[in-house]
């Protein structure tokens, strides 16, 4: 599958307006720890492993990003596939054979999440808690199986969220707002790589 999303600052009266016709799915707590190596090799290409909860997940970009419209990501759960992305060893476990190629953890958050749906889309409200802060934002998403299909599904992300009145503005992720605040020559490597537009 392919997810693709859009995110969202939202103002105050936002969010009730949006579940107003939405179905509430549920809400769970997890935390996820982001490895990548000193020289942040990994997510200046754009691809983001993390361990949800003890399970490890990929998420690789499809093509080049799309400022302002939405991020179009690959999601891999199965540990043998991780492994071959990133030319790791098959025969030993992903945990350690990160550790011998010098993956490290450089960001563990908890995140609360109210997931709903509306038609086709997944709307999900996150609050993120950082050891140092805590950050908002929603996410609208739309999965698809086959890349034909992505052109629309941008279009139907843009037209829900102006009919929901939101704005459309640029918005950084959970983890990257953390790099920027803590963590700023991550933060400006992946500024310097254009997976980030600092404006």
Request: hydrophobic share 35%.
């Amino acid at each position: 599958m392919i997810e693709i999303e859009r995110k969202f600052i939202l103002a105050d009266d936002d969010k009730e307006r949006i579940i107003k016709n939405a179905e509430f799915l549920h809400e769970r707590t997890f935390v996820d720890t982001y490895y990548d190596k000193s020289d942040f090799v990994l997510t200046s290409q754009d691809k983001w492993l993390r361990c949800r909860n003890g399970k490890f997940e990929l998420k690789a970009p499809l093509r080049q990003r799309t400022r302002g419209f939405a991020d179009q990501y690959r999601e891999v759960e199965n540990e043998q596939e991780i492994k071959k992305i990133l030319n790791l060893p098959l025969n030993s476990s992903l945990n350690r054979s990160l550790k011998k190629n010098g993956y490290v953890p450089f960001c563990v958050c908890t995140t609360t999440r109210e997931k709903y749906r509306n038609a086709q889309f997944t709307i999900d409200f996150d609050t993120a808690n950082f050891e140092c802060f805590t950050y908002t934002l929603a996410e609208i998403e739309v999965m698809v199986q086959d890349e034909k299909e992505i052109g629309n599904a941008i279009k139907q992300i843009v037209n829900f969220a102006r009919k929901q009145n939101l704005i459309l503005a640029p918005t950084r992720g959970k983890i990257i707002e953390y790099l920027k605040n803590f963590k700023p020559k991550h933060y400006l490597t992946l500024v310097q790589a254009g997976i980030v537009n600092d404006p």
